[in-house]
């Protein structure tokens, strides 16, 4: 199993991580949330590593899409190996916490709410937690907090983005009509807060 940090090593991005370094622990200190140096440090990780949208949604024929957690949770529980099943249940974890967080304003449209992905998210980090504890992996008591802290570290997250986009606009929602459009206006107002559309911001006209 990957470090708490190396599957999100990205390459000339230290400003975009700096900047999410500096905003996570404000919004720590803001919600006067105990948390360990390593949990923060992941979550800083999680947040430059999906500002690619092509490492946060999977390819697929019908271009980048997001498969459903339940779907991917299924696949950690069946799966054949302890690596295969860890590489699963921290994607659901992972995408869960970010939707929850990052995403958390779209929900009134949804027919799925935030209490979905924080059950999931949060079961599937206690799981992963247990396996790496089974395993001496070090990384166990970061997947615990992230579990048991699940729903307070995706307010962290919101926070985070809410620090530097205005409160009325829907994330999700400009991502959406960018991909549908193609429009350069959406396109930076997604780069303006951090979201890095990497080869596919080609196709903004």
């Not at 105990?34 to 019908?62: G, K, P």
């Not at 829907?170 to 459009?181: C, G, I, M, N, S």
Request: aromatic letters at 10%; glycine letters at 8%.
């Amino acid at each position: 199993m990957s470090s708490t940090t190396g599957s999100y090593t990205l390459h000339n991005c230290s400003s975009v991580k700096d900047y999410f370094r500096q905003k996570v622990t404000d919004a720590i200190d803001e919600e006067s949330i105990s948390v360990m140096e390593d949990t923060q440090a992941y979550l800083v990780n999680l947040l430059t590593f999906y500002t690619r949208t092509d490492h946060f949604f999977e390819h697929t024929n019908q271009g980048l899409e997001l498969r459903p957690l339940a779907l991917v949770y299924g696949e950690a529980l069946s799966a054949k190996t302890t690596t295969e099943r860890a590489v699963a249940l921290r994607r659901v974890g992972d995408v869960a916490l970010f939707v929850a967080g990052v995403f958390r304003h779209s929900f009134s449209r949804k027919p799925v709410g935030v209490d979905y992905y924080i059950a999931m998210g949060g079961n599937a980090y206690e799981h992963l937690s247990l396996a790496c504890t089974r395993t001496s992996q070090g990384t166990g008591a970061v997947f615990s907090e992230l579990g048991t802290k699940f729903a307070l570290l995706a307010e962290v997250l919101t926070r985070t983005f809410e620090q530097g986009v205005k409160s009325d606009k829907d994330l999700l929602a400009v991502y959406e009509r960018w991909r549908r459009t193609g429009s350069a206006r959406y396109a930076r107002q997604l780069q303006q807060v951090g979201i890095n559309l990497g080869v596919s911001s080609r196709r903004a006209h």
